[in-house]
Structures are given as C-alpha cells and as structure tokens.
C-alpha cells in the first residue's frame, strides 16, 4: 500500500522545501521536487493521495514525558493508553514515551511489566517507557542493566514528593554512577521536597488551603536549588541529566551554566509553563485546581525567560506531562487542603498546536517548532533514524499541518478524557489536517481512522546526544 502526500512544504529541524512524499508500508520510500517526471510517475502508482498543498509535512510529534493511568495523590490520571494516544494523534502527536512506575518494595522491571500490560494492544500510536525509580536498592540498581537491554534507557528520579517518588541524594548519586556505566539517561524532577513539605503544613496550619498555596509554597528558587543540586550529583558521578518539566528562570540559569561548561545537561519544558501562570491557580471558586501540578506555574515574567532558553537551546525538548485528573470528583479531592488536589494537568492533544503558536508569534521559526516537538526528543531519547525525521527508511509517521486554519481550543472538542481544558476558549492559528502512524492513516477529513492496538513498542536505544 503506498501513499503520496503531493505539494506540501517538507519542514525538518534543519530546513524547508517543496517536496512530494511517498510512502511504501509503514515506511518512508523516497522525497522528489514536485512536478518532476519522477514525482508525477509516483501519482499514476500511489495507491492514496494526500493534497498537501499549501501545507507543512512535518515529522509526528514526539510527546517523551506522559503519564497516563498513573496511580497518584489517591487516584489515576484519566486517559488511559487508549484514550490518551488516540488523543495524542489528534494533535499530531505519532509516539508518546510514557513512565513505568517502580512501586516502593517492588522491582523496577516488575513496574515495567505491569506498564506493557496496561499498554499493550490498546494504543492507537507508538509508544516507549523510562522507568521512574521510587526504591533504590542493589536489586533495582542491577535491573537498571536489564531495562537498558529492553529498550528502556532513561530512569526518572525525585527530589520532591517526600514518602511517594522521593529519592535521598544519596539513592540518586548511586543510581547515576549506574547510569553513567550502562549509558543510560537520568530525568530529574528537581523541586526540594524535604523544605516544600515544611512550607505546605506551615500554610495548611496558618488556614492558607485555596489552590493558589500550591503555587506558593513551591517557590522557584527551590527548584533553581534542587536542579543546581541535581547538576553537581550529575557532574560528580559523569552521568547525563535531563531536566524534567522545567519552569522556573532559577532552574534554567543552572542548566546554562552546566551546558556552558560542557556538562551533558539538557532540559525541556511544557506549554503549560510557556502560557499559563500563578495567576490561573489564583482563580476564585477553586477553580485554580485545574492548574495544579508539580512544579507550579510561574509569575509571568518566568514564561519569557522560557521562550529565550527555547530560543538558546538551553532548553532543547517540550513535552506536556499531560496527567490528567477531572475537576469532578479528582481535582476535587482537595477542596479544603490544596495538598490534597492530585497533580497534573492535562495535554497531550494541543502540544503541537501550542508550540506553532510560538512560530505564528514569531518567536521561534517552523524549523525550530520541529526539532522541539519531535526531532531532538527522538536524539534525546535513542528514536532518531526511525522517528523525528521524514527520509528513506524512516518510520511514516507523518503529521500534514494547515498553518492558515483556525481553531478554538475547548473541553467540548478535545478529545482527551478529562472533563475540562487548561486553555479553554484559547484561540489559535494552525491545525493538524492529516496524521500517518507508520504508513496507516489516522487522522484525515476531521475523522479518527486509526485503531487501538496499532502502536507498537518501541525499544529505544542510547541517547544520541552522547558520544
Ligand atoms: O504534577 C505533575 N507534574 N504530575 C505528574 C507527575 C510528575 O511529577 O511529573
Ligand atoms: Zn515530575
Ligand atoms: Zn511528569
């Protein structure tokens, strides 16, 4: 089966052009100048043809930080991999890498296990995992070996969320002598959870219980001390970092720093970070629950300094985080006790989109709006070659994005589960038109076409930042 995407514009992380796209299987066959007789013979072959015309062939996006199912702050995150990826590819979004919890006093590839199994035969794009580390121990640290060898070569720690995730400096320095020894990455919620937790039962005891204290008792500067932190453990033990979910002007400065002196440091950020602030979880009637998650969002002047690390390179990634909690019945645990309200927000569906506005803004070029959202988290994460690209060979996970489109953002039209959106009533330029997962078309005409089960696993490989 063969399709050709005819006339569109080819945007890559490193330029544009013209450029008809034939696609054989679940792979790309070859690109041709449009109107060339080898281009035209491909019409009078292809089996499907997609009218790209004054539109972006983008490679899929690649969302490397989701959470769906997660078991936390006494519930699950909403979206299962079912409805979650189906979501994802509504935004153009062809493979999410999601993380498999290690439960306290169980194995690390146990956690894997149970994730493959929640996973496996439900998701409607491709998928990998990194493995969330809760219990250092010798056992988990030599599962670390094995996880590598099944493709899962990224291990995410905390230094927040003390008696959940939270991990000693010390757990954490053995862990990256690990990683620097079999090549994996570590991923590091960077947020003192040990002087956080102090903050929040002084605020709960002073009668300080609305959302907007979440904000508040998470101040920036203990994330700029726990990334500093996190970056001497890193340079100390040789292992590479990776910031997640970065937020604060202080963090950012220290993942500068470390890259300026020749650190394998990188970090990514959200879109929530880049369009949303305190003053959304200040909003009255506990409407602010809809914006809590962990690390808080940010007074405003935080989100510009974020545009300028996108634009620097020091923040090289943006993924969503998207753990999605509805404001009925989860968000609502914690009327009365911000500690209470589940962290996460939704986002999976609305990345690409949201990120294009950056390129509509001026802000970032379309290049760059690519290399963001998919070809660089593919390097980051041992996916490039297969995804983040569209060459021979490749994977044809293909998004078809009509720049000129127009679209209003709103619950009553997304299609994660989740029972309200974070950017509601956010108008917007651009809009994924056609959406190919490995040569299968999913998205097209305004309809889902794709199917559960169709995403496969993919057993990432090393880092391909690191030499
Ligand atoms: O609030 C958040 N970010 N929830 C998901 C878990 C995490 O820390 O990434
Ligand atoms: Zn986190
Ligand atoms: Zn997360």
């Known amino acids: 089966m063969s399709i050709l995407i005819r006339g569109g514009t080819v945007v890559s ?38 009218d790209a015309t004054g539109k972006y062939v983008i490679p899929g996006g690649i969302d490397v930080h989701t959470h769906m199912e997660l078991p936390f702050g006494g519930t699950f995150a909403s979206d299962t991999f079912e409805t979650g990826t189906r979501a994802a590819a509504w935004g153009g979004t062809t493979t999410i890498v999601d ?128 990334t500093s932190r996190a970056i001497q453990l890193a340079k100390v033990t040789g292992a590479p970092l990776y910031i997640v979910h970065l937020t604060a002007s202080q963090a950012l400065n220290a993942v500068t720093e470390a890259r300026d002196g020749g650190q394998n440091v990188f970090a990514e950020t959200c879109p929530q970070y880049l369009y949303l ?55 609502e645990l914690g009327r009365g006790d911000f500690s209470k309200i589940p962290n996460g927000m939704p986002g999976v569906e609305h990345r690409m989109d949201l990120i294009y506005q950056g390129v509509a803004a001026g802000k970032i070029s379309k290049e760059r709006w690519v290399e963001l959202c998919s070809t660089t988290p593919a390097r980051m994460f041992g996916l490039y070659g297969r995804k983040g690209v569209i060459a021979p060979g490749a994977d044809a996970d293909i998004v078809v994005y009509d720049p000129d489109a127009h679209q209003t953002i709103s619950a009553a039209t997304h299609h994660m589960n989740v029972d309200y959106s974070a950017y509601e009533g956010m108008e917007i330029t651009g809009r994924v038109d056609t959406v190919l997962s490995r040569g299968s078309v999913v998205i097209r005409d305004g309809e889902f076409h794709g199917k559960s089960g169709h995403g496969q696993f993919v057993r990432r490989g090393l880092s391909q930042y690191l030499v």
């Open 277 to 331: 602030a305190l003053d959304d979880l200040a909003k009255p009637d506990f409407e602010g629950a809809k914006y809590v998650a962990s690390p808080p969002l940010r007074p405003r002047e935080h989100t510009e300094a974020l545009w300028k690390g996108l634009r620097t390179n020091d923040l090289s990634v943006i993924s969503t985080d998207h753990c999605p909690f509805c404001f009925k019945d989860q968000k």
């Open 13 to 50: 992380a490193t330029g544009s052009a013209l450029a008809d796209v034939l696609v054989d299987g679940e792979s790309v066959a070859a690109l041709a100048v449009p109107s060339t007789p080898l281009a035209e013979s491909w019409s009078a072959v292809a089996g499907t043809v997609i």
């Open 99 to 226: 993380f498999a919890v290690q439960s306290k006093g169980a194995s690390l590839l146990a956690g894997i296990e149970a994730w493959h199994a929640k996973a496996d035969g439900n998701c409607a794009i491709d998928y990998g995992f990194h493995a969330i580390i809760s219990d250092v121990n010798e056992a988990a640290l030599k599962e670390m070996d094995a996880a590598v060898e099944a493709g899962v070569t990224s291990f995410k720690m905390f230094m927040a969320y003390p008696g959940v995730f939270y991990s000693t400096d010390g757990e954490i320095f053995l862990a990256m002598q690990k990683a620097r020894a079999n090549g994996a990455v570590i991923m590091m919620h960077a947020e003192n959870g040990i002087a956080i937790d102090q903050l929040v039962a002084q605020a709960l005891a002073e009668g300080r219980t609305d959302p907007v204290y979440h904000g508040l008792t998470r101040p920036p500067e203990l994330e700029g001390e726990a």
